[in-house]
């Protein structure tokens, strides 16, 4: 079965970096776009970055570029999230997407999260 599973989240100091990562299996990853998103309390899921396939011109919110990075790596069937200079507003559950490009319609696989608390 389709399985997404992050690793990485913690608790981090205002400035400091993290790098989540999440391990994919039960479904064609070189063929599907992968996506980050995060969810604060009280607030609505919000896309943070996005990646395709070939891994070309990746997707960034407004709030992060410049300080976070996508990547992917299709022979481990991996995504990263590289954090850098990470803000308290940067605090939030941090999901791994799958949208899965091999079917019609494409269908969308969701991780457990990881918790990403930036905090002093």
């Known amino acids: 079965q389709v399985q997404l599973v992050e690793s990485g989240g913690g608790l981090v100091q205002p400035g400091g970096s993290l790098r989540l990562s999440c391990a994919a299996s039960?479904?064609?990853?070189?063929?599907?776009?992968m996506r980050w998103y995060r969810q604060a309390p009280g607030k609505e899921r919000e896309l943070v970055a996005t990646?395709?396939?070939?891994?070309?011109?990746?997707y960034y919110v407004d709030s992060v570029k410049g300080r976070f990075t996508i990547s992917r790596d299709n022979t481990k069937n991996t995504v990263h999230l590289q954090m850098n200079s990470l803000k308290p507003e940067d605090t939030a559950l941090y999901y791994c997407?799958?949208?899965?490009?091999?079917?019609?319609?494409?269908?969308?696989?969701w991780g457990q999260g990881t918790q990403v608390t930036v905090s002093s």
């Open positions: 997407n799958a949208l899965v490009l091999t079917t019609i319609p494409p269908l969308n696989y």
């Open positions: 039960g479904f064609t990853f070189s063929r599907s776009t």
């Open positions: 990646i395709t396939s070939a891994g070309s011109t990746p």
